[in-house]
């Protein structure tokens, strides 16, 4: 009974089978009607044997021999029990797509998609499988180039009804090679996208052919050449993506005459050419052109875009004025022209643009005030105009509704900032750096979702308000430097504060810093140099964990390092890189607790490997520090950079041999100072050293030859101290590239470069003496002759009195001392001449 | 869904961008129940693509209604953050910095040395292993001992104000470029302990200011040009270790430079006699 029924179902199928084959194509007469089914089996089983990694075990247990093929996980079939639609898709396949796939001859509908095939797509694809209508093979890794023949192998032959295929989408994949010219017989193709792979070469004319289009997306490969004109032709396209490719010529304008068209992106190409007087079509929505060399100015035409939504111009030539018609485009959401070089005003008709949300007109030089009636598009999230030369005075009534971010930086802007702010409850940014702002900000504190404030290097005034201390529960960066802020340091910073970076540099700020700094633990930049702060050193700010950058320099902070011991935190300033404090009034010894336990500077692999990707690394901050002799603004603090400057203080004492651990340290700077005693030989340590000033202190001693060792060192400031003896002669290493500017003001020292000759250099030491020449004016250093005679002078006396002792009391220990120094010197030499002779 | 895509023009900063703007729309978006799905690996992408010379940007969030995934449109509320003031170098760059990043390019670094080399900054002054005058033109490049190898580049010749090249005890191999010739301010180049090979070029008769030429322990071959016997300034000469050939100049700052630095040059035939054949018979 079972089996009959089966029978007859089966008899069924195949009569239907028959009767389609007949009816249908020819080319399938050729199967024998009762293998059908096995010829799909067979040819789904060899996919599966092709797939070498099934993490989910989808296909494992269910593609089995046992169960029938329309039952298969992915497969559908159609009413000739032959399988119509094959989809993998999500299901973390590896593995390579096998010809026999071909031999699906109903197939109709083929996903693939977001597995992790590889190899090419198989010729039989096209060449197999006449009823196929929908390709998706996104994001695999397959590679190589598409077939030759698609679409029919044969126009004229047994497919000669053309290639049914709809839609064929292989973005995010890893094919190459160029677009084949059969694609065009691909004349029913709706969708067409090969976005995210490696494809080359010119776009074929024949695209123009594939009338059905309308989707067709390019983007994100390596086309080249110039955009056909043919592409005028596709009269259903609705979508144009062509982004980073690296197309050339002009934008065709017949493009515009497609009135379907609603997308088009061709930003990052190298486009050039102006735009075309026409271009406008009735549905277009967005434009995208960003990031070409397109030059001229934007038509006035660009008004009857009655639907333009989305208008992407940066980052091109374009220049001359805006056109007025602009504020015709009342559907505008987001106008993006920054980056060109736009010039006159903002034109009044941008008021009409209601639905705005987004406004940049960045970097281009822009005049005249900003716009007044800018407070009309009450759904703005972002005005950025920043880097253009505006001048008057900020409108009062851009502060209102969804409003986010505010960037006016670097313009000419007067006046204060509007007492309104504060009815931009959701303003986030804000960012008025680099104009002439003049007024307090104590109104800023009604902004409580605040999160960036950068208004430095303008004319306000007044006192910091402590609110910018409360609402630190949402700002993470303050920079409030080069104004004329006044008062006493805001000491209000609340538990829980997210505040990263605080930069009060260059104002008029007194009083002491407030403990409640403590309560921001993600501190990261600190910088108050240049006020006139009147404290002792913060040692408190000793367990801020991520504290990277802490500038005190340029005030009257004063007192000592010795911090009672019930404050010690085990490492101190765990995470800090930048250690500034020069030019204040601190005294006593160094601080050597510090210097020894900078842990960020001791192992530079700390900070490194612990990558952050926060704000700070990536942040441009503009901080100034003085490098190698240099003042220079350094945008973005590297995790590398690494300096200590106590230049400027009265430190007084012995510059500890524990310093010679800073092994990471890029930059010391100990100048003017009352340091004593001699130059730890530990500095030769330092491996990564480019600048070493120790000028202007007390030191004495000869420099030991273990700085020789320091092969990145480029600054070498040792002038006026009171150092004697043989400069290191070493005739490899950076020695030699120091001059008499690094020794000056130390009437002890001796040999090159400076012309005063040690006692007993002889002739065949590896650097030799300078001939004195006028031409050397270079290399001397201005030591008179007298200086010189006194030297030798002495040198005599004190040869005469040494020798008369050792003759009378033997050798002392001392003595012994030196002689064996200079022996090894000389055993290096030695060495290093056999080697060379080995060579 | 809800999508991010940024449009960053500085390769370096992309994934932060990215992340950024997800951390912003999170703190700032909070009205939209819509879940985050992608960061996408486009971004990133993008701009590993990226032309150099592009160096500004901004960041988008975007909300991507509807089925169309993975691609960035359809309504998007877009924002831009922040400015190049804070977030991205408004640099052009300049001459002398892209000449030293064509050496960055041209060189293996596998000890990340010149990590700091970025391009896009105003001037190379505050890259590790670059000195500048006041002027913020470099005057010293100092990277012995770095276990560097790969070529050097003729765009050397671009830093008009270079005194010091130290490149000494490397793996750099290659001739030296005849461009260091136009480095009219050099004092010293210090190129000893390489694999340079070719000959040394002549042109570095022009270097009127140069005092340190040391090339000993590579491979170079040919004559010792006698056109370096017009350098007055020159103090230091030290070729020894190498494969030159010809006689070995006796005239002008050569003088004074002891013979031991010129061992080691099997087909150097010693000190040149004044008047009789030419020093490069037999060396080419």
Not at chain 1, 566 to 587: G, H, M, R
Not at chain 2, 34 to 62: C, D, M, P, Y
Not at chain 2, 209 to 221: A, E, M, T
Request: aromatic share 8%.
């Amino acid at each position: 009974m079972k089996s009959s029924g089966q029978f007859s179902t089966l008899a069924f199928f195949m009569l239907v089978h028959y009767c389609l084959m007949i009816m249908g194509n020819t080319t399938l007469a050729k199967t024998k009607p009762g293998n059908t089914n096995n010829n799909d089996r067979s040819s789904l089983l060899t996919l599966k044997s092709h797939i070498t990694s099934d993490p989910y075990n989808s296909l494992k247990y269910n593609w089995t021999a046992k169960t029938s093929v329309c039952s298969w996980i992915g497969v559908s079939c159609g009413q000739s029990n032959r399988v119509t639609k094959l989809d993998l898709s999500d299901m973390g396949l590896s593995g390579t797509i096998p010809p026999e796939i071909g031999n699906l001859s109903f197939l109709v509908n083929l996903k693939m998609m977001n597995n992790l095939f590889h190899g090419p797509i198989p010729l039989s694809l096209f060449d197999g499988m006449p009823l196929l209508e929908i390709v998706w093979l996104t994001n695999n890794s397959l590679s190589g180039s598409l077939p030759t023949d698609m679409c029919g192998t044969r126009p004229y032959g047994r497919n000669s009804v053309g290639s049914r295929l709809r839609e064929f989408d292989v973005s995010y994949n890893k094919f190459s090679g160029e677009i084949p010219t059969s694609l065009e017989r691909c004349s029913m193709v709706e969708v067409l996208s090969l976005y995210k792979n490696g494809f080359v070469g010119n776009l074929p004319t024949g695209i123009g052919n594939m009338t059905r289009l309308q989707r067709l997306d390019l983007g994100f490969n390596n086309f080249t050449g110039t955009i056909p004109e043919e592409i005028g032709h596709l009269n259903k396209l609705k979508e144009l993506w062509m982004e980073n490719n690296k197309l050339t010529g002009p934008l065709p304008s017949n493009i515009f005459n497609i009135s379907s068209l609603e997308y088009i992106d061709i930003s990052y190409n190298n486009l050039s050419e102006s735009l075309s007087i026409e271009m406008c079509s009735e549905n277009l929505s967005t434009v995208r052109l960003s990031g070409n060399t397109i030059r001229g100015e934007i038509p006035t035409t660009i008004g009857r875009c009655s639907q333009l939504q989305n208008l992407w111009l940066f980052s091109n030539t374009l220049s001359g004025p805006l056109p007025t018609t602009i504020g015709n485009l009342t559907m505008l959401q987001t106008l993006y022209l920054g980056d060109n070089s736009l010039r006159g005003i903002i034109p009044e008709e941008i008021r009409h643009l209601n639905n705005l949300l987004v406004l940049d007109m960045s970097n281009n030089r822009l005049t005249g005030a900003l716009p007044r009636d800018i407070g009309n598009a009450t759904l703005l999230w972002g005005l950025a105009l920043r880097d253009n030369a505006l001048t008057g005075n900020i409108p009062s009534d851009m502060f209102q509704g969804d409003i986010r971010t505010i960037d006016l930086s670097n313009n000419n802007l007067s006046g204060s900032i509007p007492s309104n702010i504060g009815n931009a409850t959701d303003l986030a940014f804000l960012l008025l750096h680099d104009n002439q702002l003049e007024g307090s900000i104590t109104h800023l504190c009604n902004l409580r979702v605040l999160q960036y404030l950068q208004i430095s290097h303008n004319n306000l005034e007044g006192s910091i308000p402590h609110c910018l201390g409360n609402s630190s529960m949402s700002l993470k960066l303050l920079q409030l430097k080069q104004n004329n802020f006044r008062g006493l340091f805001p000491s209000t910073f609340s538990n829980g504060s997210i505040l990263e970076y605080l930069d009060f540099n260059g104002n008029n700020l007194e009083g002491t810093l407030p403990k409640s700094l403590l309560n921001c633990e993600l501190l990261t930049v600190f910088d108050v140099g240049n006020n006139r702060i009147r404290d002792v050193f913060p040692y408190w700010m000793e367990t801020l964990p991520e504290l990277r950058v802490l500038v005190l320099r340029s005030n009257r902070f004063h007192g000592d390092f010795l911090v009672s011991s019930k404050s010690y935190s085990k490492v101190p300033f765990l995470s800090l890189q930048v250690f500034d404090i020069s030019n204040n009034e601190f005294a006593g010894a160094l601080p050597v607790r510090y210097l020894e336990n900078f842990i960020a500077m001791i192992d530079l692999g700390y900070n490194s490997t612990t990558p952050k990707l926060d704000l700070f690394t990536y942040y441009e901050q503009s901080m100034t520090f003085v490098l190698k002799g240099v003042e220079l603004p350094l945008v973005r603090i590297l995790t590398a950079f690494t300096t200590i400057d106590l230049s400027g203080n009265r430190f007084s004492g012995n510059i500890p041999e524990s310093i010679g651990k800073l092994t990471s340290l890029k930059y010391l700077n100990l100048s003017r100072n009352s340091l004593a005693g001699s130059i730890p030989p530990s500095l030769g340590n330092m491996s990564e050293l480019e600048s070493l000033d120790m000028s202007s202190n007390k030191l004495v001693g000869g420099i030991p030859w273990q700085l020789s060792r320091l092969t990145f060192l480029s600054k070498f400031n040792l002038s006026f101290n009171n150092l004697a003896g043989q400069i290191p002669q070493s005739s490899i290493g950076q020695f030699p590239t120091f001059d008499n500017s690094s020794y000056m003001g130390n009437s002890g020292l001796c040999g090159f470069p400076l012309t005063k000759k040690c006692k007993g250099d002889d002739e065949q030491t590896l650097v030799p003496v300078l001939p004195q020449g006028d031409d050397e004016s270079d290399f001397l250093d201005g030591f008179t002759w007298q200086a010189v005679a006194l030297g030798y002078g002495c040198g005599l006396v004190f040869g005469t009195i040494i020798g008369y002792f050792i003759f009378r009391y033997g050798k002392p220990k001392w003595f012994v001392g030196l002689f064996v120094s200079v022996q090894y010197k000389m055993n290096r030499s030695t060495k290093r001449n056999v080697v060379r002779r080995r060579a | 869904m809800f999508c991010l895509s940024s449009i960053p023009k500085t390769p370096l900063l992309s994934l932060s961008l990215s992340l950024l703007s997800l951390s912003l729309s999170l703190s700032s978006i909070n009205q939209s129940n819509q879940s985050i799905t992608l960061v996408s690996a486009h971004a990133i992408h993008q701009s590993e693509t990226e032309k150099s010379n592009i160096r500004r940007g901004f960041v988008l969030v975007q909300f991507e209604v509807g089925a169309m995934a993975g691609r960035d449109l359809l309504l998007f509320l877009a924002l831009t953050i922040v400015s190049s003031s804070l977030l991205v170098q408004k640099a052009r760059g300049n001459s002398e910095g892209d000449a030293l990043y064509a050496l960055r390019r041209s060189l293996s670094d596998p000890d990340n040395v010149l990590q700091s080399w970025d391009p896009n900054l105003v001037n190379p002054c505050t890259w590790f292993h670059i000195t500048c005058n006041q002027d913020n033109h470099v005057t010293r490049v100092d990277l012995g001992n770095s276990n560097l190898s790969g070529h050097l580049v003729p765009e050397l010749g671009k830093l008009e104000n270079l005194q010091y090249l130290e490149l000494y005890k490397n793996n750099i191999q290659g001739t030296i470029p005849k461009e260091l010739s136009q480095l009219k301010s050099l004092i010293s180049l210090d190129l000893y302990n390489n694999n340079m090979t070719g000959t040394i070029p002549s042109s570095l008769g022009k270097l009127k200011s140069l005092v340190f030429l040391r090339l000993n322990d590579n491979q170079l071959n040919g004559p010792i040009p006698r056109a370096l016997t017009s350098i007055s300034s020159l103090k230091v000469v030290d070729v020894s270790n190498n494969n030159l050939c010809g006689t070995i100049p006796t005239t002008g700052p050569f003088e004074h430079i002891p013979l031991n630095n010129f061992e080691n040059n099997p087909r150097l035939e010693g000190p040149e006699l004044q008047g009789l054949a030419s020093y490069d018979t037999n060396c080419s």
